[in-house]
């Protein structure tokens, strides 16, 4: 039997990460993750293109914009969503999910939702770098190893 596995090996790949500027204190810690996670598994600055966007909402239009370029190998998306008293978080979080998928499988790019969804401000800062690491760190991860798997098939 022939097993195929991603590497966590950045290389020449390019990301484009997308991030979202709403929660800002938050989401700047998310992409400090990604950019770190990129370079410490051998990716070069230059590499990435950051691109940032008003809101969570806006993340699946410019995800698929960027991997529709073919420019990228993978695209990130950060952002911050903090449950609040409507369900407003919850339509948010359902919406860029589902586009998030349906454009990798339209593009045949890996798009990785590094979305923090969180139900109290404080879940969020968790997320965010602290007791329960950084999803941009492992959103980025992911890309690298999802942009290696493809490679191999």
């Not at 022939?2 to 989401?27: P, Q, Y």
């Not at 998306?77 to 499988?105: D, K, P, Y």
Request: aromatic share 4%.
């Amino acid at each position: 039997m022939k097993e195929i596995n991603g590497t966590l090996d950045a290389g020449e790949m390019k990301i484009g990460v997308i991030v979202s500027r709403f929660n800002s204190f938050l989401t700047e810690q998310l992409v400090k993750g990604a950019v770190d996670a990129f370079l410490r598994h051998g990716g070069a600055e230059k590499n990435l293109v950051l691109v940032r966007v008003p809101g969570a909402y806006e993340l699946p239009l410019v995800a698929k914009r960027l991997a529709a370029t073919k420019k990228v190998d993978a695209v990130v998306a950060l952002g911050a969503v903090v449950q609040g008293a409507t369900a407003h978080a919850e339509l948010i979080n359902a919406t860029t999910s589902r586009a998030f998928s349906e454009i990798s499988l339209e593009t045949g790019v890996p798009i990785l939702d590094g979305v923090v969804s969180a139900e109290n401000l404080e879940q969020a800062v968790e997320r965010c770098g602290t007791k329960q690491g950084n999803k941009g760190f492992s959103a980025m991860q992911s890309a690298i190893e999802m942009v290696n798997v493809i490679k191999s098939l």
